[in-house]
């Protein structure tokens, strides 16, 4: 069993920046491939950032630079650094893990088990 539980979100003015973590807990085996997703309200949670146990990521295209993802295996812990936000940016933050060697869509929802609660994200002009 694993379980997420995502901080750091808060409300910030256009062209900050924030660093969302996600404290993970259970067999690191359970989290082969770690990722962040976003959901927009009245929009469908869409993949921002995924991270393999090799440490290789994959970034969705409108990221273009300003996200990146990593993870800190001592701690446990997944990170998501976002620059230069935008008010697009707003939305709920969520934590997902899975178990899977092999994920053919690591960027969509239906790839992950296991999820966090979220964390707000609330960006203005």
């Known amino acids: 069993q694993v379980q997420l539980v995502e901080s750091g979100g808060g409300s910030v003015q256009a062209g900050g920046s924030l660093r969302l973590s996600c ?3 259970g067999s690191r085996y359970s989290r082969n491939f770690m990722a ?9 949670r869409e993949g921002v950032a995924v991270i393999r146990s090799d440490g290789s990521t994959t970034y969705a295209a409108f990221v273009k630079g300003r996200f ?15 620059n230069a936000l935008l008010p697009e940016d ?3 933050y969520y934590c997902a893990a899975t178990a899977d060697a092999f994920v053919r869509a690591p960027l969509a929802r239906i790839s992950y088990g296991y999820w966090g609660q979220g964390t707000q994200v609330t960006v203005s002009s």
């Not at 990146?68 to 976002?82: H, P, R």
């Open 23 to 25: 404290a993970a807990s």
């Open 36 to 44: 962040w997703f976003r959901q927009a309200p009245g929009k469908g």
């Open 68 to 82: 990146t993802i990593s993870q800190d295996n001592a701690k446990n812990t997944l990170y998501l650094q976002i």
């Open 90 to 92: 707003t939305a709920m």
